[in-house]
């Protein structure tokens, strides 16, 4: 009887085959991926200024939140009656956050009050848990908050008297980053 060795099939060709292939599949991602690279630009805001996203808490940017899309009815109950509503209108109405609810409590139980026919204020007895805020009324309407305690309304609604009484200005930017915030 005679034995007959049978040697394996080249194995070592088809191994360097997939790798090289591979080794192609990531320089082409690689490289699309450093094509398409945007570079990430960072909007810084003023002294007195905050960035809605950033630099408020949760209970914050809830109040901000509800005095933007408060401010379309505002508008609209302004066109009807010739003059701001009032606050407790406002309440009586279940606006946000003017209103008295769970989640008014849970923000800061602030007071609100209409200044002349300008802005309107909600003092927080809990500047731990929310600021006040004060939302101007005006071409361009603006939201202001002041974490000092205690504030008092202000009676000069202009940018430099309310920076001067330690308010900041709210701006919302939207850029790249607002789904994903890269804090280095």
Known sequence: MSTQVVRPAGAGHETLYVLLLCL?????????????????????????????????????QGIYADLRVTLDEIQLLREETSALPQPEQLAEEGFAPFASDASSVSRGNHVWQL??????????????????????????????????????????FSD???????????????????TRQHRH
């Open 160 to 178: 430099a008297a309310l920076n001067q009484a330690g308010w900041q200005q709210v701006i919302a930017q939207f850029d790249a980053g607002v």
């Open 115 to 156: 200044l002349g026919e300008q802005a309107y204020v909600g003092v927080s007895p809990k500047p731990e848990v929310a600021g006040s805020f004060l939302m101007r009324i005006s071409a361009q309407p603006d939201v202001w908050l002041n974490r000092n305690s205690p504030v008092s309304a202000p009676t000069d």
């Open 24 to 60: 192609l599949i990531l320089c082409v991602a690689g490289s699309v991926v450093a094509w398409r690279h945007e570079s990430q630009e960072t909007t810084s805001v003023a002294a007195h200024q905050l960035d809605a996203r950033r630099d408020l808490n949760a209970a914050e």
